[in-house]
């Protein structure tokens, strides 16, 4: 079976930085998309950093330029370098892997990390 496990979370001051990877393991062809999202307590989740197969990125606009998503193909491993960090990024992350369980899959399927919390705090 797949599994997709976050970790990296924690209670970090305004202005630090924090690291979250996630790593997607089992019976796994290959990986598409990964996504990382967010959700603040009492709000909506919210996508905040895309990486593609070829490596290509897309983040929020509330994070670009602090936010750094990046992926090592060979760990099946997803980045999230987080700087500058402000209250208003405190929320539970989550990983999203696109991913093709077998070779002559036409479509990929999502699966999703359990989450990790980040507490932005002074």
């Known amino acids: 079976q797949v599994q997709v496990v976050e970790s990296g979370g924690g209670l970090v001051q305004p202005g630090g930085s924090l690291r979250l990877s996630c790593a997607a393991s089992g019976s796994i062809f290959s990986i598409n998309v990964m996504n990382w999202y967010r959700q603040a307590l009492g709000k909506q989740r919210e996508l905040v950093a895309v990486?593609?197969?070829?490596?290509?990125?897309n983040y929020a606009d509330s994070v670009r330029g602090r936010f750094t998503i990046s992926r090592d193909n060979a760990k099946r491993t997803v980045y999230l370098q987080m700087n500058s960090l402000k209250p208003e990024d405190t929320a539970v992350y989550y990983c999203n892997v696109n991913l093709f369980l077998h070779s002559t899959d036409s479509r990929p399927k999502d699966y999703w990390g359990q989450g990790t919390q980040v507490t932005v705090s002074s």
């Open positions: 990486v593609t197969s070829s490596g290509g990125t």
